[in-house]
């Protein structure tokens, strides 16, 4: 686990779109924060370059006590979850879960218990044997979940990942969502351009617009804004 702090940084496309624009934000050991905000105004790159995925153009980032602008997304030893969860359609669920542990080598045992207590936390042990095909789509969504927990990153960065759920599991899934970041405890930064989302599942909510931080607040206090 660990802090994720944000010293003024900006975000220049090489065409030279100036999608993010000099944001300061420190996000807390342990804190569930939502950027929020209309569609293009700089969330997802912003997510993308605290995971490496895209270069920072001017400012600092921190992860944990550490400087990580020009380190690679593997040695940020962080988890990203996506909208489009790409399972391995021929691998079972302990297998599709447990994937990124066999690349590290982990032992077969322990590989074994970590899938089991992710599936215990996200509802999947009876679908453990399952192929993706036959899963619905809120079940793959906790499969795409418990990859990601299974590594036990410092962080959780998750991009829209409900936006492809119809509204009725979108309603579960938030509350699987905030059950489960309240149970590990992980750092956790979450993106998503609907306000209802953000009012009901972070600690705290960054509204940004056109690149900028324009508020940050609890969900209570922006309510009451
Ligand atoms: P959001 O996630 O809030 O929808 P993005 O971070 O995707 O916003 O985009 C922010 C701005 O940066 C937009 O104006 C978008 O068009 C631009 N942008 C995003 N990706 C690229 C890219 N690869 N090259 C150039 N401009 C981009
Ligand atoms: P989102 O709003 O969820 O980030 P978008 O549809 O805006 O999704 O972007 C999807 C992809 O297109 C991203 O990889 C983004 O970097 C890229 N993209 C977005 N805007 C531009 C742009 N103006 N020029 C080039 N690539 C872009």
């Known amino acids: 686990m660990a802090e994720i702090q944000l010293e003024g940084i900006t975000k220049?496309?090489?065409?030279g779109a100036l999608a993010v624009k000099d944001v300061n934000l420190?996000?807390?050991?342990?804190?569930?924060?939502?950027?929020?905000?209309p569609s293009g105004c700089g969330?997802?790159?912003?997510?993308?370059?605290?995971?490496?995925l895209e270069d920072i153009t001017?400012?600092?980032l921190r992860i944990g006590d550490q400087i990580v602008?020009?380190?690679?997304?593997?040695?940020?030893?962080?988890?990203?979850?996506?909208?489009?969860?790409?399972?391995y359609p021929h691998m079972s669920v302990r297998d599709n879960m447990g994937f990124a542990l066999r690349l590290a080598k982990i032992d077969k045992?322990?590989?074994?218990?970590k899938v089991e207590e992710a599936a215990r936390i996200l509802d999947?042990?009876?679908?453990?044997?399952r192929k993706p095909a036959n899963l619905s789509g809120g079940q793959r969504q906790r499969v795409a979940m418990g990859r990601?927990?299974?590594?036990?990153?410092?962080?959780?960065?998750?991009?829209?990942?409900?936006?492809?759920?119809?509204?009725?599991?979108?309603?579960?899934?938030?509350?699987?969502?905030?059950?489960?970041?309240?149970?590990?405890?992980?750092?956790?930064?979450?993106?998503?351009?609907?306000?209802?989302?953000?009012?009901?599942?972070?600690?705290?909510?960054?509204?940004?617009?056109?690149?900028?931080?324009q508020q940050v607040g609890t969900p209570q206090y922006l309510y009451e804004e």
């Open 124 to 129: 999947l042990t009876e679908h453990l044997d």
């Open 109 to 113: 045992a322990s590989i074994r218990e």
């Open 58 to 60: 001017e400012g600092t």
């Open 12 to 15: 220049r496309y090489p065409d």
């Open 148 to 213: 990601a927990i299974v590594r036990s990153p410092k962080a959780f960065l998750m991009d829209e990942p409900l936006s492809n759920l119809d509204a009725k599991l979108r309603v579960q899934m938030r509350t699987q969502i905030s059950r489960l970041q309240q149970r590990l405890g992980t750092t956790t930064v979450y993106v998503t351009h609907d306000q209802t989302e953000a009012m009901t599942l972070g600690d705290r909510v960054v509204v940004m617009r056109g690149g900028l931080v």
């Open 69 to 87: 602008n020009d380190k690679a997304p593997k040695d940020r030893d962080i988890a990203m979850v996506f909208q489009s969860y790409a399972l």
């Open 43 to 52: 969330k997802s790159t912003t997510l993308n370059m605290i995971a490496g």
């Open 26 to 37: 420190t996000i807390a050991d342990g804190e569930f924060v939502i950027l929020v905000g």
